[in-house]
């Protein structure tokens, strides 16, 4: 884990502290948005032999055991690695993702910031599930502990590390806690091999094919793999294996490889698993003595008082919900190739370089993402990372999808 980030404690520094905040609160849910991009068609294949001997079964019918599967109880060890090819500024996002303890009114404990830590780095998790209403997700450190405990309508986080909790009560009118009081659990920071299969299996269509590879061991389980790849080129895409329980259809393992080859994207799966009802005081917690408790209200208070990306870029707040009611986004293309067009409120590009309104580590930042490009558009940036590409013009258009870069300029090309 990174080291706590104090930086908000001095006033000469706590500019920087809110730049990488705002920096990394950029990318990364972007980066991880990718995966929730991808669709799937359903092409029958029968499974090949392989070790375990299980037997046969098409695509579409391993698809439905993963939909079918009922278990709801269960415990284990998940190793999740990322690598969205990032650049590493002296720890920036993992300052992002500790930087609350040092701003005025920020935790932690936080899981609107620590959560996203998921998506960079190797990191192991222990998680426990007893039905709808009671999990437990813990990211585990050398010589400390960050736990996320739901139970019925209270939700607990915890930060062993800098002894700070943070506390929501669920609105069981319907409102859950996250959207009522600053986002509970960040949505798009899937955390199991099941939250990263279901993503990619939410949608179908013709554009992908679907088989069924072989089979594994997972976390002493025999499973089959599912092997889910885009038919069309231009993705940033390869493949993604899911290796799905013989038995009871919880995905046990979750690879996703880029188009451009090297290391998984995302590789999470299960070291350890145990489908048993788990202890009841797993879903338990009692803040320590002496423990800074956040309350869920406050910390919305400081979400909204540090606007992301929005002190960046004009407008890009409105970019993960597409744009004010959807009115401003439209989508080029289809399937794997799906590339959203986003216009910004007033039109505004990136701020220009040296304008002041960017702080100097964010701007190094996307200066180190960012690529200038020219079409028949005009001009802009495009921001890379291994898995999703956004070209942002400077008359104020956001292209952006699981696609290349040479894809955004033809898309921004056809739209001008």
Same mark, same amino acid.
């Given at each position: 884990m990174a080291p706590n980030d104090s930086a908000g404690t001095d006033g000469g520094t706590r500019g920087t502290a809110a730049g990488r905040r705002k920096a990394?609160?950029?990318?990364?849910?972007?980066?991880?948005?990718?995966? *929730?991009?991808? !669709?799937?068609? &359903?092409?029958?294949?029968?499974?090949? @032999?392989? %070790?375990?001997? #299980? =037997?046969?079964?098409?695509?579409?019918?391993?698809?439905?055991?993963?939909? *079918?599967?009922? !278990?709801?109880? &269960?415990?284990?060890?998940?190793?999740? @690695?990322? %690598?969205?090819? #990032? =650049?590493?500024?002296?720890?920036?996002?993992?300052s992002f993702a500790q930087g609350g303890a040092g701003g005025k009114g920020g935790s932690s404990a936080d899981p609107q910031e620590r959560m996203t830590e998921l998506a960079s780095g190797t990191h192991t998790l222990r998680v426990a599930a007893d039905g709808p209403d009671k999990q437990r997700l813990s990211i585990l450190d050398n010589a400390s502990e960050y736990s996320l405990i739901r139970n019925g309508d209270q939700?607990?986080?915890?930060?062993?590390?800098?002894?700070?909790?943070?506390?929501?009560?669920?609105?069981?009118?319907?409102?859950?806690?996250?959207?009522?009081s600053g986002h509970t659990v960040p949505e798009g920071v899937p955390t199991t091999p099941k939250a990263l299969a279901e993503q990619v299996l939410k949608a179908a269509g013709p554009t992908t094919s679907v088989t069924v590879e072989g089979t594994a061991q997972v976390a002493g389980r025999d499973a089959y793999k599912l092997v889910v790849k885009p038919k069309q080129s231009g993705s940033t895409i390869g493949s993604v294996t899911v290796a799905v329980d013989a038995e009871n259809g919880v995905p046990l393992k979750f690879t996703l490889l880029a188009s451009s080859g090297g290391k998984a994207v995302v590789d999470a799966g299960f070291t350890k698993v145990d489908f048993s009802k788990p202890d009841a005081s797993s879903f338990t917690f009692t803040p320590p003595k002496g423990t800074e408790v956040t309350e869920a209200d406050d910390a919305k208070a400081q979400h909204k008082?540090?606007?992301?990306?929005?002190?960046?870029i004009p407008g890009a707040g409105e970019l993960g919900a597409g744009g004010r009611d959807g009115k401003d986004t439209k989508v080029i293309g289809e399937g794997w190739n799906a590339i959203a067009e986003i216009t910004t409120p007033g039109g505004t590009g990136l701020p220009s370089k040296g304008s002041g309104?960017?702080?100097?580590?964010?701007?190094?930042?996307?200066?180190?993402?960012?690529?200038?490009?020219?079409?028949?558009?005009?001009?802009?940036?495009?921001?890379?990372?291994?898995?999703?590409?956004?070209?942002?013009?400077?008359?104020?258009?956001?292209?952006?999808?699981?696609?290349?870069?040479?894809?955004?300029?033809?898309?921004?090309?056809?739209?001008?």
């Open positions: 990394a609160r950029y990318i990364v849910p972007v980066a991880v948005a990718g995966v *929730a991009a991808a !669709t799937i068609g &359903l092409v029958p294949a029968l499974a090949s @032999s392989g %070790d375990p001997d #299980l =037997p046969k079964i098409s695509a579409q019918q391993l698809i439905e055991k993963i939909a *079918a599967s009922d !278990t709801e109880q &269960l415990s284990g060890t998940v190793k999740i @690695s990322t %690598d969205f090819g #990032l =650049p590493s500024l002296g720890g920036l996002a993992e939700v607990w986080a915890y930060d062993s590390k800098s002894d700070q909790a943070y506390h929501a009560t669920e609105d069981r009118a319907g409102k859950d806690a996250g959207k009522k008082n540090d606007k992301g990306l929005d002190g960046l309104d960017v702080p100097a580590e964010a701007q190094q930042f996307l200066d180190a993402l960012g690529d200038k490009v020219t079409g028949t558009f005009g001009s802009g940036t495009v921001f890379k990372t291994r898995l999703v590409n956004a070209l942002m013009t400077d008359d104020g258009k956001v292209y952006v999808g699981a696609v290349t870069k040479d894809a955004l300029v033809r898309a921004a090309n056809n739209a001008s």
